[in-house]
């Protein structure tokens, strides 16, 4: 089956992420940071080496800025119900995720605002306008996605992130469809937390991710529990990563996270975009030529969009068509992708859309194979 599913989790995955998983099996399965024997300690060191990695990856200045998560939603989660208390206001972008939206949703029910600033496709300027008049006296956080999963567009974090800094509030991004693809960096953009997830463009394993900090300011803690530190405490400790770090890691998936990460650097996540963007316009060029196809965005360059496209064919549902095409041995995602409010701004919450994304793995044999697939259920319909 040709696989273009990549913006809900890369596929295959490299043949080093799959090794690390059974490495960290067998080798590594102790708990780390529980005990003085061996084994817990090459745990304890595997697990640093895995966070040297990602700081460096994201451009912290110390590991201990780097919280692994069960995933990015987790992520956003520690971040969103963390900092913001009754009273407080948060601005988020028009594009955003579930993992964002629904947190928001709770928080609202005990006080906390939200204002949805929104994204112009081929207008940045506009956008960061947008964001900024979305500011009150009272907010306390704003965050957004890098990229929608939905249409592909990509936010100007650069800009929305200058202005927070000038207005001295905090700045948190959800990395799940940039990281591996886009310049994403704590040293280089004025970001405060960054999120992410493991399983997509850093091509490692499901049910990791990460939070990437700039500074150890004290937050709200989600989560409680044992760190192996301060266990003589009934509070949870100060100290990062401790503090948002509670019960035993996922060792395995934290190791494959490394993995990928180290494939990412060693193909180049430039080659990785420059082959993904290929594809991804030579996908919609293709879509463009077909009577029937209906498309939703600009052609998805660099400058505007991540290598994600989203489309619908005639009056066919989304899901049949996604169910068509994967008759004819190609996977993609239809529906709301679990980002409806994305779906409003684009026009398509009446029947969702069916979305393709490409990976480092994917071939422009395959992408002719989808248009020919695409024609021919277009010519059933």
Do not use: W
């Amino acid at each position: 089956m040709i696989y273009l599913d990549n913006a809900a989790t890369t596929l295959p995955k490299p043949t080093g992420v799959a090794n690390a998983v059974k490495r960290a099996v067998e080798c590594f399965a102790a708990n780390p940071g529980r005990g003085a024997h061996a084994l817990s300690q090459s745990s304890a060191r595997e697990l640093y080496e895995a966070r040297k990695t990602a700081a460096c990856f994201f451009g912290a200045d110390e590991p201990e800025k780097v919280i692994f998560t069960p995933g990015c939603t987790y992520s956003i989660n520690f971040v969103l119900k963390g900092i913001l208390r009754t009273g407080d206001h948060v601005v988020i972008s028009d594009l955003e995720h579930n993992a964002v939206v629904r947190p928001l949703h709770t928080l609202e029910k005990y006080g906390v605002t939200v204002t949805r600033a929104h994204v112009c496709e081929n207008d940045p300027e506009q956008t960061v306008r947008n964001f900024c008049r979305a500011v009150r006296r009272n907010t306390r956080l704003v965050f957004c996605t890098h990229a929608s999963n939905v249409s592909g567009i990509r936010l100007p974090i650069e800009d929305i992130g200058d202005m927070c800094a000038r207005l001295g509030i905090p700045f948190g991004v959800d990395a799940a469809q940039s990281a591996g693809v886009l310049p994403l960096s704590l040293a280089g953009q004025k970001v405060d937390y960054i999120c992410v997830p493991a399983h997509k463009g850093l091509y490692g394993a499901a049910g990791t991710g990460a939070l990437i900090m700039r500074e150890e300011k004290i937050i709200g803690t989600v989560i409680e529990g044992g760190t192996g530190s301060a266990s003589s405490l009934s509070t949870q400790p100060e100290e990062y990563p401790d503090r948002l770090e509670s019960g035993t890691l996922n060792i395995p998936g934290i190791t494959a996270m490394r993995a990928g990460i180290e494939f990412v650097n060693r193909c180049g996540a430039e080659n990785i975009a420059r082959h993904e963007y290929a594809l991804i316009c030579r996908a919609y060029d293709g879509l463009r030529s077909i009577n029937g196809v209906k498309l939703y965005t600009m052609r998805p360059e660099r400058e505007s969009h991540v290598p994600l496209l989203p489309f619908n064919i005639g009056d066919l549902a989304s899901e049949e068509c996604s169910q068509m095409l994967s008759d004819e041995g190609i996977a993609v995602r239809a529906g709301y992708h679990c980002a409806y409010d994305a779906h409003l701004s684009l026009g398509t919450a009446g029947r969702g859309a069916v979305r393709i994304c490409p990976s480092v793995f994917t071939s422009g044999e395959d992408i002719d194979s989808f248009i020919a697939a695409v024609k021919k259920i277009t010519q059933k319909s």
